[in-house]
């Protein structure tokens, strides 16, 4: 018989969905217990729980950033395997982005003060076909807005540590080759997970290297911005706009100056929600495996960070 | 020698594109003489023009609605072949269509304001996936909405008169199925071309028949939407909101209620654009048919007046 603690905000939704799977030989339980071997949870709440789980053998993450569990590793051994969230969040990542972009092209804020000022403005808005996007990561995720932005006539490049995987991307850069990746992009979106590898990438340099009119979004982790080099940018029109999912600190302290930053649009780590049912498929499909002695999906490589 | 007259607001940039195309047989003139016998340009100006041009034997339009042209018939007999403008907005039209369906969902209009008020607003956002879209008619234009919602992941219902041409569309409704078509929807689009028929086609019962939570989107033209009809439905919360982009009076006069109600977004006929460089590969597909002899594409049904 397997132990499994749900360490969720949302635990009696992931118990109920959970129970209805009536999984063979499985166990849920509400205790920290010297037999518990499966934890599914945010990585905030695994990482305070670590300590009273020592039989713990496998825990599968809410979320696809799982940097709380990471550097510096809570657990020592790193005696367990984590899986983290992948599959789920391409679809509602490429309708943010697309979403921005649209608006961005289509003026669809200007168009709204337009309308409030009365002002019948039929002058030209833009179209995302012929245009270039530059992914930085392209992981699941990546993947999928890759496929996205080809289906609207986008001509799209990626900046991976290798992986060449998706065949919509049409030209892939690696290593030293950030600046080149960045050279004639109209849009740059940043999908990395925070490692120390990604750790300020969108920095001064990237940022001068992108052209004027270069729309700058970021749904990976908000490390990945040197904020003051952005503000920097934006003030300074060396890029056009900026949209952030994600910030450094979270929620964004009152006095941060992103919230009144002309071209500036922010949302608020709404880009791509955890949906219960889509994790608990997740889970599930995994202790499956779990269950059977098999490897698991979805395995957080712990050097890597991802 | 076959001679053309260019009757448009961009004459000179289509005379240039038609020059570079250096085609067999034919003159470009300035004059309205009688031995033009074809004509380029918009509808208004062609039917300004018609009266002077008595040999003419094709017009091409710069649009895809026709309606100066047709009802009443500037020209008796309708002695000469009206071509209009296809198979080229649909890229355009499903860049807007997705566009405010997207800044629908994902509350974009909203969020500018909650970071104008420095409110971290992480409640949740809509998706596209598992809605139904229905499209008020369905010719090239309504077949690239279609595909490109099902691409999102939508259910796509069409209202047409009687064709049934696009695979992307899961279920067709015609003649007396209007409120039928209408139930349930999430989204309705209108794309119908201007005709008696389409005449306020977007009336108070077909407002009744959708759900609360609906979102009217019109690119067709102006006076398939009762006016008076929509804003009742949107005051009283019959539908959630509505996006437009044309109208029964264009420009919208000053005093029209449209601009300043809540939920109804308007756009200033700008959704799809005609671009001289996508007009002119039409003009030319056809010039050469008609050197030849040949039918030629995208011809105006005079009687069904599209």
């Not at 749900?6 to 209805?20: N, R």
């Not at 009365?118 to 990561?137: A, F, P, V």
């Not at 392209?138 to 006539?153: E, L, M």
């Not at 920095?203 to 920097?232: K, M, T």
């Amino acid at each position: 018989m397997h132990k499994l603690i749900i360490l969720s905000e949302y635990e009696k939704k992931y118990q109920a969905l959970i129970e209805k799977a009536q999984l063979p030989n499985l166990q849920i339980t509400g205790l920290l217990a010297n037999d518990v071997d499966i934890a599914i949870g945010e990585p905030t709440r695994i990482k305070a729980a670590l300590a009273y789980l020592p039989a713990l053998k496998w825990a599968q993450s809410l979320w696809a950033g799982v940097e709380p569990l990471l550097d510096p590793a809570p657990r020592s051994g790193r005696d367990y395997v984590l899986t983290n969230a992948r599959g789920v969040f391409g679809g509602l990542m490429s309708e943010y982005v697309l979403g921005y972009l649209l608006a961005h092209e289509r003026r669809i804020l200007q168009m709204a003060e337009d309308q409030k000022n009365k002002r019948w403005n039929d002058s030209d808005t833009g179209t995302l076909r012929g245009k270039t996007i530059g992914l930085l990561g392209v992981g699941s995720i990546g993947a999928d807005v890759a496929r996205t932005a080809k289906f609207f006539g986008m001509t799209v490049r990626g900046y991976t540590f290798s992986s060449e995987a998706s065949s919509d991307v049409d030209r892939y850069y690696h290593g030293n080759d950030l600046l080149e990746f960045a050279k004639g992009l109209d849009y740059l979106v940043n999908i990395l997970p925070n490692t120390k590898d990604t750790h300020k990438i969108i920095n001064a340099d990237l940022l001068a290297a992108l052209p004027p009119h270069a729309l700058v979004i970021n749904v990976g982790r908000g490390p990945a911005v040197d904020e003051a080099a952005l503000l920097e940018a934006l003030s300074r029109q060396k890029v056009a706009g900026a949209v952030l999912d994600v910030y450094e600190k979270e929620p964004l302290p009152q006095d941060h100056p992103f919230w009144s930053t002309p071209n500036l649009h922010m949302t608020f780590h709404t880009a791509a929600l955890s949906l219960p049912e889509d994790l608990t498929r997740i889970f599930i499909e995994n202790y499956n495996l779990y269950n059977e002695g098999k490897p698991l999906k979805y395995q957080v490589d712990f050097e890597k960070g991802y």
